[in-house]
């Protein structure tokens, strides 16, 4: 199967673990078999391989989730880099040339694209592969995921099948109605609409040269700035009469809300938390090293990280957006495809920051015009490039850079760090990237 | 007027706010005419020099407290420090003979001993005044001020006076009683026991020489960890028949819960916090840097420090201390006599904080057996001692300790640098202290 998945941009919706660098897929909140916890995206990732271990999968998404992919699910991955937002028809475009530019798929290979986060079992992905083996027929352009209503949603745009079999015609599409009319549509037997499609490579190819002059992805990459945006329901369901839907009755959540996300959740609480015997129905998530004490509290969520802490009713928590909109906060966490970093302390002319670098990893080469940098090796073993110079580093050792010398650290094994910052005018955009001479 | 103001001990019962080595009166929570946060003693302290510029202030409390009293009062107040908790008797007695051979007050003047962290206005210092008079004219061997009771608490001692005058003979004490019997000690004109006492230095020093066999402040200084536990009320004022009491009508109230701490706040949040409307009678306490997110939320405190998040309904929040006596935690911030230090990062063979000196003062000359240290300079100007050899330091400064080697630093302008410890067993108690040649 080869299958895209859409990783949507970042959000704030599940502050304070999402954040403008970090989207909710990316938070490790689920209890795989070993007792880790994984992420949307790996837990998903996962999935596709068990169910089908030699499938394609390419990630499409906004350059500044590629270190958190990469960091997450490993190199193999393939990831359809959007320079920019475009909305969905651009990113598909962009995907399917992807596939047949980059990846080798040939145009009459089925593809199936899939939002990166609904929370499902395996029964899902064995579904997605169906569904991209009935795209392969070419009974129809499109092939559609169904699902059963469970409820008459006002969230879920409906689907309408010609008929009750498991693979039917499309009849109509619904956009997303108010309750009494879901239960009308439900009534009709419609379907909710998954998000997912499955065609024919060369058919969405043919539309994207139809609706872009573009030559090959190279060149669709390269003018992608200028594309309009535009939706892929918009641009090419609406418009397509040859449409078939695949029913899917197996469990499908989709987790967008502190309220459903924490639903999902395999035990009340992720990390360090005492709740006393008075409270009832309290889910705690806290990503910090110190504990969380909840007393006498009811239908209460609880999650603290590096940006903030949120303590909120769990109907309310569906209300969190502009509230955390209004927020102006530094990034305090980031994941890196090199790492990570944690911001640990912020005072009037210095900065001080955590980094973690994975083995074999190192981050860009690159200098500071307005600040000086001071590396504290706290563990492992690594190499330290100063202005050219090489140097082996052991935890203890200690690396001084002044504002405007070029430097970069490789991790023989995992590293540490604690990088203390000096300046009066401290910027993430303070820093320009070089070469390095091999 | 000379006071001694008895100051407890560590608490939990404001965790995360008070922990083992930040009690209650330390906590920076009362706004003040300027707008600064003070905390209970400043507060207290502050009150009373506004009644009476002249008065001799001593603070009876235990060693672990010095820094913090000497760091948020200065170093003009006095200090009896207790080697050891003794209860009340003995802290009353080694403090009354350090005002007499230290702070050489009189056998004949009146001594006045209250608790540290009554929240009141200045007319309750007024009225210690007056009771001190009072103690003054030897009409008695022991004046006590009663409050007027607003409810009948079971929380309090009562005291049954013989008339209803402004000044009486008390006729008896009542303990802390059930809230039936509080109303009919209140129906016979019984008053709140406030824990003051006021009397004329040789009563005391008088009865502690009956009871504890000593020659001065020195001698009972050093044979203080061989005394008797005993409380004050049952050595001395329970076997006195010739005592009054002074009433007291003004405001008066014991902060010592999270209840009753946050109904006496200015405003109902301190610190970054953002609130939606949906919040009703919401209080948050943020020390952290980062904001805290309350939606939805009724009856309910939040507080957060270095230690821990504490989310409690009000009601439930008296009950915290078994909850936090369970969590096993590390210091992660403390007030030294000489600045203040914040724990920022813990890995598994480092540790890292963040150090202030404040202006004029250094820290203890010492080593460690165990650790290395480094000394990342982000602010400030200052002199380090290494191993005897003496060098000024400044922002971006770097100074690396192996373990063994004796150290120090003097802050000649308010200095803060970031402190890793690297080290396989980190200890606070892995730490010799030496003399510092002049």
Not at 131 to 140: D, M, N, R, S, Y
Not at 180 to 209: M, P, S
Not at 258 to 283: F, K
Request: net charge negative.
């Amino acid at each position: 199967m080869n299958i895209v998945l859409l990783s949507g941009g970042s959000g704030k919706r599940l502050w304070p673990l999402s954040n403008d660098v970090r989207s909710k897929q990316f938070i490790k909140i689920f209890k795989n078999e070993k007792g880790d916890y994984e992420s949307m995206v790996q837990r998903v990732y996962r999935q596709i391989k068990t169910v089908d271990a030699d499938a394609t999968v390419t990630i499409a998404t906004s350059k500044t989730q590629v270190s958190a992919i990469h960091n997450q699910l490993g190199e193999d991955v393939g990831v359809s880099v959007e320079p920019c937002r475009r909305d969905t028809f651009p990113a598909i475009a962009l995907a399917t040339a992807y596939l047949h530019d980059i990846q080798g798929i040939g145009m009459d290979e089925p593809v199936v694209v899939c939002p990166v986060d609904p929370y499902v079992k395996d029964d899902y992905f064995e579904a997605l592969k169906a569904l991209g083996e009935q795209a392969a027929k070419g009974e129809a352009n499109l092939c559609l995921m169904g699902i059963e209503p469970t409820y008459p949603s006002e969230k879920y745009g409906y689907i309408l099948p010609a008929t009750k079999e498991q693979i039917s015609v499309v009849d109509t599409f619904r956009e997303k109605p108010e309750e009494e009319t879901a239960r009308a549509y439900i009534a009709q037997g419609a379907l909710w609409n998954g998000g997912v499609f499955a065609y024919r490579l060369k058919y969405v190819l043919d539309k994207a040269h139809e609706l872009i002059d573009f030559t090959d992805y190279a060149d669709l990459f390269d003018k992608y700035e200028t594309l309009t945006k535009i939706s892929f329901d918009y641009a090419v369901v609406e418009k397509e009469p040859n449409i078939q839907v695949m029913r899917f009755a197996g469990e499908w959540k989709d987790l967008g809300t502190w309220n459903t996300l924490t639903e999902a959740m395999d035990e009340p609480t992720i990390g360090a938390s005492v709740l006393n015997d008075t409270c009832n129905h309290v889910n705690v998530i806290n990503e910090l090293n110190v504990p969380i004490v909840c007393m006498g509290l009811k239908d209460v969520i609880v999650s603290a990280s590096p940006e903030g802490i949120l303590v909120s009713d769990r109907e309310q928590s569906s209300y969190i957006k502009p509230i955390v909109d209004q927020i102006q906060q530094q990034i305090m966490f980031a994941e890196k495809s090199w790492g990570s970093f944690r911001v640990i302390d912020v005072d009037e002319a210095s900065l001080t920051i955590k980094v973690t670098l994975n083995s074999g990893h190192s981050m860009n080469y690159h200098s500071h015009q307005r600040r000086d940098e001071i590396w504290n090796v706290i563990s492992g073993e690594g190499t330290v490039t100063v202005d050219g110079m090489e140097q082996a580093v052991k935890a203890g050792d200690v690396v001084t850079m002044q504002a405007g010398c070029r430097h970069t650290i490789f991790a023989v094994t995992e590293l540490k760090l604690i990088e203390v910052q000096l300046g009066e005018e401290i910027s993430v955009h303070d820093k320009q990237k070089f070469e390095l001479d091999a």
